[in-house]
């Protein structure tokens, strides 16, 4: 009972979080100097043609009539036509969200497959050559940038060898999953190196407590021991971990979809940005902001569900 | 000084690294001889030669030359965007830390709503409103990159001012603001060093990013994100344009990592 209260809770405080985002969208989209109107009807055009452009965009409504119309929209959920890909917003989003999402879920399986692993064998072995490789090795994919990563890939596995399409995102599943592997990869080894540390630097910590030196003293077998005591105390924080890089992901896969020209919901922020599409921007950053906000509360649910210790309060 | 001989190669080669990338941002002069604006319509491409040792791009411009003079930019934008929000955020979370109740809670509140956005879309909505350019790439992250210092330092406030010195100072009559600054601050700001010093080769990285989208720094200055945006174009004819500010950008990232690292081992074992 007392998580749905902590849950309800939660959902109560998105609500005023929420309300001053729409707000701060709003006004900082306002700030954005040049006149949308006349951006897309050009240069040229007549008076009348531009003022006819700021009615049909509602820039002639007083400024508190465009917010709250605004907000109305926020609440439906029903953004209206994207000026520039003239088409319905929340229908760009849905699908520009498939390629996003996507490539973030593909890049955390990359990234279980490669930290988990690799971490745990660097953390029981960190006194070891085999540990400080790792550790070098992770060091390294945390300070370069990840677009300087997907180069590379994309010129030596798609450029030079042909396994992989030049920003084709296909029409199949398995085209669309060809086409992704390249950038999750380029997601995944900075995410996983954060993992891989963490995880390794747990291993060490648990290695030291007691109850670890209890279950040997009382005959428990090494294999038993790793796998009942470490494992679960170590993969706690690395859950967290990987969920909060996913919802860095989410919203942060602009560069990787660049590099890629993937069709995802960065590139289109990104245009739209370029572009000076007010509502798509307005909706894009809108939404993402309410992704974050239930992707935390997500977060901060399962760490407690993982660990028993960990009350909602 | 005394432990200095217990430092690692791998730091010794890292502050090599990082010495000689300063020298670069200092007197760029003595590395090259070429403009690293100047176009050259003769030698357009051209592959790495005894005259253009990093050969030249599309416009003939020699990329060397445009490595080194990035060095500055690069560096700069790595330190001084870090530096503002470190000193913001650690004075902010000081208040909220210290003073706790409604301060806190209005601190906390305002961190809510920067934190609904993800730092990248921050950044770059930012960067959309103000328009790009060095200046407001360096207020985009300034306005960002403060919470996680807040947050660091509050938290640990929050543990600090039980302790009975700071009951002591205070029953001593000194102000809150020399408590903060002169007995709690020394005390918390080691993991805020540790943060920092990763923070300038975050802050390096999303300003080379950000070039790299066309968001940050403007053709024609040299900077080595923004190399490697334009060169990505002739990636296949012309290998070298991308490969030597990658190569820099990589090796200035890792050596600042690696001397972080070793400082953040040297301050925990202290503690």
């Given amino acids: 009972m007392d998580e749905f209260t902590y849950i309800l809770k939660r959902i109560l405080q998105m609500i005023p979080v929420l309300l001053i985002v729409t707000l701060a969208i709003f006004f900082g989209m306002r700030m954005i100097p040049g006149d949308p109107a006349l951006l897309l009807v050009g240069n040229r055009a007549s008076d009348e043609t531009i003022a006819a452009m700021r009615a049909k965009l509602g820039l002639d409504q007083p400024l508190i009539t465009q917010y709250l119309l605004f907000l109305r929209s926020c609440l439906t959920f029903d953004f209206g036509n994207s000026l520039t890909l003239k088409a319905p917003v929340t229908e760009l989003f849905r699908q520009k969200a498939v390629v996003t999402v996507s490539l973030t879920l593909m890049t955390i399986l990359f990234a279980v497959l490669i930290s988990v692993p690799l971490g745990y064998y660097a953390g029981l072995h960190h006194d070891q050559p085999a540990g400080a490789v790792i550790n070098s090795i992770s060091l390294v994919f945390v300070s370069v940038p990840e677009f300087l990563i997907g180069l590379l890939l994309l010129l030596v596995f798609a450029l030079k ?6 920003g084709d995102w296909g029409h199949t599943l398995p085209e669309h999953i060809r086409s992704l592997i390249l950038p999750s990869l380029t997601g995944a080894l900075m995410t996983s190196s954060l993992v891989m540390r963490n995880i390794s630097d747990n ?6 407590y007691d109850y670890v030196d209890f ?3 009382k005959g428990l077998s090494e ?7 470490i494992l679960r105390n170590v993969m706690i924080p690395a859950v967290t971990l990987l969920a909060m890089r996913m919802t860095y992901m989410l919203a942060g896969s602009i560069v990787i979809e660049s590099v890629f020209a993937l069709p995802g919901i960065g590139q289109m922020m990104l245009n739209a940005i370029l572009s000076r599409d007010y509502s798509l921007v307005q909706a894009t950053v809108y939404l993402f902001a309410i992704i974050v906000l239930v992707m935390n509360l997500l977060t901060d649910i399962s760490y407690s569900l993982l660990d028993p210790r960990v009350k909602l309060k | 000084m005394k432990n200095m001989k217990k430092l690692s190669p791998a730091f010794w080669a890292a502050a090599a690294v990082l010495s000689v990338v300063l020298l670069m941002a200092l007197f760029p002069g003595l590395f090259t001889r070429y403009d690293p604006i100047e176009q050259d319509i003769l030698s357009l491409l051209k592959p790495p030669s005894a ?14 030359s445009r490595v080194i003079y990035s060095a500055r930019l690069d560096l700069a934008i790595g ?19 210290y003073y706790g109740g409604r301060v806190d809670a209005v601190i906390m509140r305002i961190l809510d709503i920067f934190t609904a956005f993800p730092t990248m879309v921050l950044v770059i909505g930012i960067v959309a409103i103000l328009g790009s350019g060095v200046k407001n790439l360096f207020i985009a992250i300034w306005l960002v990159g403060w919470r996680e210092y807040a947050r660091l330092v509050r938290s640990d406030v929050l543990v600090e001012k039980n302790n009975e010195y700071v009951a002591a100072a205070r029953s001593l009559g000194y102000s809150d603001l020399r408590i903060m600054l002169r007995h709690i601050l020394p005390n918390v700001i080691s993991p805020v060093i540790v943060y920092a010093v990763s923070d300038i080769m975050m802050c390096m990285l999303m300003g080379a990013s950000l070039s790299f989208l066309g968001l940050g720094v403007p053709t024609p200055t040299p900077e080595w994100g923004a190399i490697i945006s334009d060169g990505k ?9 991308i490969t030597f500010p990658g190569i820099m950008l990589a090796l200035t990232g890792i050596s600042i990592s690696i001397v972080g690292n070793e400082l953040s081992k040297r301050l925990s074992r202290r503690h």
């Fill in chain 1, 203 to 208: 291993v060490v910590k648990v290695l030291s």
């Fill in chain 2, 51 to 64: 005259d253009h040792i990093f050969g030249t791009d599309n416009l003939g411009r020699d990329v060397a």
């Fill in chain 2, 79 to 97: 330190f001084l965007a870090m530096l503002i929000p470190a000193v913001t955020g650690t004075l902010v979370g000081l208040l909220s830390g």
């Fill in chain 1, 161 to 166: 060898l042909h396994w992989f399409p030049v």
């Fill in chain 1, 223 to 229: 294999k038993r021991i790793r796998n009942s005591y």
């Fill in chain 2, 233 to 241: 174009n002739y990636m296949m004819t012309a290998w070298w344009i």
């Fill in chain 1, 215 to 217: 279950a040997r003293s």
